[in-house]
C-alpha cells in the first residue's frame, strides 16, 4: 500500500469504517506482534496484548491525531498494553502451569544439538532472560524498540511519554545493566 493510500485508510479509519480499520489491523498485525512478543517474552501473552491493544486503538482511532506518526501511536498503546500484562503476568503463569525452560530445551534438543550446547545455551538463555527481567519496565521497552525495532530515540521518547534525553539515558541504562550482568558469558567463551 502506498504513502497516500494509507493516508485515506486512515482517514477512512478515523471516520469510524471498520473495513478501513481492519486494513490498518492487517498493515500493523506482524510488526505489533513481534513488539509485544519481545516485551512479554510469551507467546500467548503477546497474543493477548496485540488483541488489546488493537481494541484500543479502534475504540480511540477518533482521538489519534492524524499529524502524529500511526505506528508510534500504537506502539506506545501496545507497549502500555504489555507493561500492564508484564504487572500481571506471575499470577497468570502460575495458573497455566507452563515451563519456557521445557519448551527451550524440546526446541534445542530436537535441533540435534550435544549436551554440553544444550547446557550452554540453556544457561546462555537464563541469563540473557533473568538479565532482561532485571531491568525496569522503561528500560526492557527503551532497549526493544531500540535494539530489536530499530527505532529512534525520538520515537522511544514518543512511545515512553518521556522526554528525548530520558530515552536516550534509559537505552544507555539498559546496555550498562546487560553488559554487566552478561559480562561473566564473555569471559567464558
Known amino acids: ?24 489491523v492487517e498493515l500493523h498485525a506482524r510488526q505489533a506482534f513481534a513488539l509485544a512478543y519481545r516485551l512479554t517474552r510469551d507467546e500467548r501473552d503477546a497474543e493477548d496484548v496485540v488483541q488489546e491493544s488493537f481494541i484500543r486503538a479502534y475504540r480511540q482511532i477518533g482521538r489519534f491525531e492524524a499529524r502524529s506518526n500511526f505506528g508510534t501511536w500504537l506502539h506506545r498503546i501496545i507497549v502500555n498494553c504489555a507493561m500492564d500484562a508484564l504487572r500481571s503476568r506471575h499470577s497468570r503463569r502460575d495458573e497455566r502451569n507452563a515451563d519456557p525452560v521445557d519448551d527451550c530445551m524440546n526446541v534445542l534438543a530436537s535441533a540435534g544439538a550435544s549436551p554440553e550446547r544444550l547446557a550452554r545455551s540453556e544457561e546462555i538463555r537464563r541469563r540473557v532472560e533473568s538479565s532482561m527481567a532485571a531491568l525496569t519496565d522503561d528500560e526492557r521497552v527503551a532497549f526493544t524498540l531500540r535494539h530489536y525495532e530499530g527505532r529512534s530515540i525520538d520515537e522511544i521518547g514518543k512511545t515512553l511519554g518521556v522526554q528525548k534525553s530520558a530515552a536516550k539515558h534509559a537505552v544507555f541504562r539498559a546496555v ?3 553488559r554487566e550482568a552478561l559480562a561473566p558469558l564473555r569471559r567464558e567463551t
Open 1 to 24: 500500500m502506498e504513502v497516500g493510500d494509507a493516508a485515506a485508510v486512515l482517514a477512512r479509519a478515523r471516520q469510524g469504517d471498520g473495513d478501513a480499520f481492519r486494513l490498518l
Open 176 to 178: 550498562r545493566k546487560l
